[in-house]
């Protein structure tokens, strides 16, 4: 069975920092992309991040850059999330999916098949 597990959430003040981590497990491919994106309350999904297995390349929205970096272990089945200076906006349930969207889709959550269970990260002001 494919799993995607998501942890690493949690309460932080504004300005501090979190590691979200996701580990898969299953996947029906060898090459993939695990991406990140978050819900927050009364909003649409977006996407946050991405990584490819097999060639590293990333992908940031504007509203994380300089402030997440995203990274894999060097299987590639385990992938962090590393957020620094965060802002009470970037409160959300985040989750994290695989899957093997083309470039022009990477930050489109229906472009990814599997999905993780979420983690609440809660930025406090």
């Known amino acids: 069975d494919v799993q995607l597990q998501a942890s690493g959430g949690g309460l932080v003040q504004a300005g501090g920092r979190l590691r979200l981590s996701c580990t898969a497990s299953?996947?029906?491919?060898?090459?993939?992309?695990i991406g990140w994106f978050r819900q927050a309350p009364g909003k649409e999904r977006e996407g946050v991040s991405s990584?490819?297995?097999?060639?590293?390349?990333?992908y940031y929205a504007d509203f994380v850059k300089g402030r997440f970096t995203i990274s894999s272990n060097n299987p590639g089945n385990t992938v962090y999330l590393q957020m620094n200076s965060l802002k009470p906006e970037d409160t959300a349930v985040y989750y994290c999916?695989?899957?093997?969207?083309?470039?022009?889709?990477?930050?489109?959550?229906?472009?990814?098949?599997?999905w993780g269970q979420g983690t609440l990260v809660t930025v406090s002001s």
């Open positions: 299953g996947l029906p491919y060898d090459e993939y992309v």
């Open positions: 990584i490819s297995r097999s060639e590293g390349s990333t």
């Open positions: 999916a695989a899957g093997r969207p083309i470039i022009s889709e990477i930050a489109n959550g229906r472009s990814y098949a599997y």
